[in-house]
């Protein structure tokens, strides 16, 4: 897989990294807010300007008084992003003006970063040839400085330039945009409601903690992308926020994360649905949840996480997933698995069970097999007539996958009444397994 460079954009809370980075990539990309802190992960993303590619890692606030869990974790994103960059990003508030976290944060990374490329911007500047208000930022002893508006775009297509004048050029950039759109068919979103393990899930797959895990429900609120090579195969992985009440989404920040999470569910290929085996029970915030999984027509497959800590009678995990399979019959082709992320237990299952699914979401079955299911289904029952016409069965085709979709052409698409399309499909179903995938039946002619 093509190599592009990596640039993290690092600075203290609400300086407006991530209004940076949505300009950049020329999309609601990153959770905007006015609220200090808002990014706690890293946020991936792909860019280009003047035909360069480039990745963008928007970072966690850099707070270098503030000793809380939260913000250890948030400056070992930091690190992380640091290490796999070629080049960063320092951005300041021209409002608030310098302060001595900045110079603080500056000395951090010259530290840290010697051999990358820095490049210092100020923010929040709506008139950027205005001299006065960079003056103290020269503090810094850093030449140039770029005054910018990521807000209103002021400055920004000039200081672009410069990022991008050493980076290597792609002519075929549109080319290989295509190519991500297809390979975009392969996501994996893992989705739950808050606090059910889903970011130590997502980082006991990939091996290393490249999502924030912590005890209060709600800590990742952006959606995190990554692409993990296991053995040769890439694996794109969405780490979600937990879906809230709809009482608790007033919040703005809250609201956009659920939007963000519903996107996730919509456009992803398959989904990885946690729930907690430690509260033995399936919630109303969960049934939510499948039922937009349900909506999406997305894979499936179901994981009942903590099982470290859940009750381990002989009877649990069968009555779990009777209750599973009652609760969500329209999620019944979902394989289930129990997993603890914490100690690891059955994470490779895990891997296996996607690799069988995508399998399957991409297996066409021959034409001839399809025929000989046709002949046999229509033999066993005939369609019925419609308004006093025979329907003439003509043939059954599969659309390249994933997802599973079949179409049925007839004489008359309109006759086939949905009581027979259900039957044809329950008899496919039979003679052909589709672990993890919703099968759709269209009819035409």
């Known amino acids: ?68 869990p939260l913000m250890q974790s948030i400056k070992q994103q930091v690190d992380f992003a640091l290490k796999e960059s070629d080049a960063i990003i320092f951005i300041c508030d021209g409002k608030a003006g310098l302060v001595p976290d900045d110079k603080q944060i500056l000395n951090f990374l010259r530290r840290q970063c010697s051999k990358h490329k820095l490049f210092v911007v100020i923010n929040k500047l709506d008139n950027a040839n205005d001299e006065s208000q960079l003056a103290e930022f020269y503090e810094l002893g850093i030449d140039p400085i770029y005054p910018i508006s990521a807000t209103h775009g002021h400055g920004v297509a000039d200081f672009l330039d410069r990022l991008v004048d050493d980076l290597p050029r792609n002519e075929t950039f549109e080319e290989n945009t295509e190519t991500r759109k297809d390979r975009s068919l392969e996501r994996i979103a893992i989705v739950g409601k808050p606090n059910v393990g889903k970011s130590s899930l997502f980082n006991s797959l990939i091996g290393e903690h490249r999502s924030i895990v912590d005890n209060v429900p709600g800590t990742t609120r952006d959606t995190i992308q990554v692409k993990f090579n296991r053995s040769g195969k890439i694996y794109n992985f969405i780490d979600t926020a937990g879906l809230r009440r709809p009482d608790r989404e007033k919040d703005n920040v809250e609201q956009f994360s659920v939007y963000r999470t519903l996107g996730a569910i919509k456009d992803t ?177």
């Not at 009652?326 to 895990?350: C, D, H, I, Q, Y």
């Not at 296996?352 to 297996?363: F, K, L, S």
């Not at 499909?425 to 039979?430: E, F, T």
Request: charge should be positive; proline fraction near 6%.
């Open 1 to 68: 897989m093509e190599s592009i460079p990596t640039i993290a954009i690092v600075g203290r809370p609400n300086v407006g990294k991530s209004s940076l980075m949505n300009r950049i990539v020329g999309y609601r990309h990153a959770i905007v807010d006015a609220t200090p802190g808002v990014t706690r992960d890293r946020n991936y993303a792909e860019a280009s300007w003047n035909s360069r590619r480039f990745n963008l890692v928007d970072t966690g606030g850099l707070d270098p008084d503030d000793s809380k």
């Open 269 to 445: 290929d398959l989904v990885v649905l946690v729930m907690d085996a430690s509260k033995g029970g399936i919630t109303n915030q969960d049934k939510r949840i499948a039922g937009r999984v349900i909506d999406s027509g997305a894979g499936c497959i179901i994981v009942w996480n903590k099982w470290d800590i859940s009750s381990h009678d002989e009877h649990f995990w069968s009555e779990l997933i009777k209750e599973t399979r009652e609760e969500f019959p329209l999620l019944a082709f979902a394989p289930m698995l129990s997993t603890s992320a914490k100690t690891g237990l059955r994470v490779n299952k895990l891997f296996e069970m996607i690799d069988h699914v995508q399998e399957t979401g991409r297996r066409r079955i021959p034409e001839d097999r399809l025929k000989t299911i046709l002949y046999d289904a229509i033999t066993i029952q005939p369609p019925p007539t419609f308004r006093g016409r025979e329907i003439k069965i003509k043939s059954l085709m599969q659309y390249d996958g994933p997802p599973v979709i079949f179409k049925l052409k007839c004489s008359e698409p309109k006759g086939v009444h949905f009581s027979y399309q259900r039957y044809l499909l329950n008899h496919l179903k039979q003679e052909e397994t589709f672990d993890g995938w919703p099968v759709k039946l269209y009819t035409g002619h």
